[in-house]
Antibody
């Protein structure tokens, strides 16, 4: 069974950089021909897709936040990292990582989510 | 970028009712449309992928139809555990995108 777990700070200050880590368990890193996306949900609002990293290390970002986001992975650790610069209170949200199978873009497994608040 | 529009944004229904949610894409996405169920405090759950394929373990009362720009999710007989928010998501091409969600509430 594949599980994903998000980790990172609960609180960040405005203008700071957020770094979130998604750790994937239950699949061998050498066999991890999968993609991982980051998705967020502000309180009371809809899901918003942020970024995706493919098994070949290609990346894709949502247009509106492209300049602030970086997604990367460490296959040896089965981890995918998202950084978001210049955090603002409107970025307060639950951040999820989710897994896709190779060459597919639907999310078969999700983490439980990490709530991140942005406040001074 | 492809925009996804769901309707209605919320609905009230009773146990046993047939419920249909609509999702429209701003351009053709063939059949690359997926549906998720999301309950508060839990991870979203994949229900249907590529418009009509039921994910393993999902009850058969859930069904999906459509292609091109117009899609539907139908729950044939609403059960107490089905009260949740439902999202469509296009997987035609990145950047990926979700609809605004449909909250299904108890009447």
């Amino acid at each position: 069974q594949v599980t994903l777990k998000e980790s990172g700070p609960v609180l960040v200050k405005p203008t700071e950089t957020l770094t979130l880590t998604c750790t994937v368990s239950g699949v061998s890193p050498s066999n991890a021909r999968m993609g991982v996306s980051w998705i967020r949900q502000p309180p009371g609002k809809a899901l918003e897709w942020l970024a995706h990293i493919f098994s070949n290390d290609e990346k894709s970002y949502t247009t509106s936040l492209k300049t602030r986001l970086t997604i990367s992975k460490d296959t040896s650790k089965s981890q995918v990292v998202l950084t978001m610069t210049n955090m603002d209170p409107v970025d307060t949200a639950t951040y999820y990582c989710a897994r896709t199978l190779p060459v597919q873009f639907w999310f078969v497994d999700w983490g439980q989510g990490a709530l991140v608040a942005v406040s001074s | 970028d492809i925009q996804m529009t769901q309707s209605p944004s919320s609905l009230s229904a009773s146990v046993g009712d047939r419920v249909t949610i609509t999702c429209r894409a701003s351009q053709s996405i063939n059949s690359y449309l997926n549906w998720y169920q999301h309950k508060p405090g839990k991870a979203p759950k994949l229900l249907i992928y590529v418009a009509s394929t039921l994910q393993s373990g999902v009850p058969s009362r859930f069904s999906g139809r459509g292609s091109g720009t117009d899609f539907t999710l139908t729950i044939s007989s609403l059960q107490p555990e089905d009260f949740a928010t439902y999202y469509c998501q296009q997987s035609y091409s990145p950047p990926l995108s979700f609809g605004g969600g449909t909250k299904v509430e108890i009447k």
